[in-house]
């Protein structure tokens, strides 16, 4: 059965493939700046490498801390490579959860928050051409 006209599936097989650096540029940058809650013994996954990795989870429709954490373990080498985690070595469900969890729920908030704001004032001053003969 084809897909609805209003099914975004149709739309999303034309868009163009999106690599982890255009999807996810800056965000590291946006959260460099949040405090890590963590005692600095025994920390094996940057602060913002797991953020970032659970964010771009999100985005992609993983809301639980099982689903982000399958998610981190599901994506490419390529990917995770792209997010500075090593392939190998990939955080578990039970750290991204403790981590999220003793995060500053507002300066999360606000980083995350900046970030969207430079993402679509960048989208809209750079791809008008883009969308043209598009409706959204």
Same mark, same amino acid.
């Given at each position: 059965? =084809? &897909?609805? =006209? !209003? !099914? #975004?599936? !149709? !739309? #999303?097989?034309? &868009?163009? &493939?999106l690599t982890v650096p255009e999807t996810a540029g800056g965000l590291p940058e946006a959260l460099a700046g949040l405090p890590d809650p963590r005692a600095r013994r025994g920390v094996r996954h940057q602060l913002t490498v797991v953020v970032t990795a659970a964010v771009c989870a999100v985005v992609a429709g993983y809301r639980s801390y099982a689903a982000i954490a399958q998610w981190v373990a599901d994506v490419p080498a390529t990917t995770a490579l792209a997010l500075g985690m090593t392939p190998d070595r990939r955080p578990p469900e039970a750290m991204i959860r403790r981590l999220l969890q003793a995060m500053d729920r507002q300066l999360l908030t606000a980083a995350i928050g900046v970030w969207l704001a430079s993402r679509a004032t960048t989208a809209a001053s750079t791809t008008p051409q883009a969308i043209a003969g598009r409706r959204c």
């Open positions: 059965m =084809p &897909a609805l =006209p !209003s !099914s #975004l599936i !149709s !739309s #999303l097989s034309h &868009a163009p &493939a």
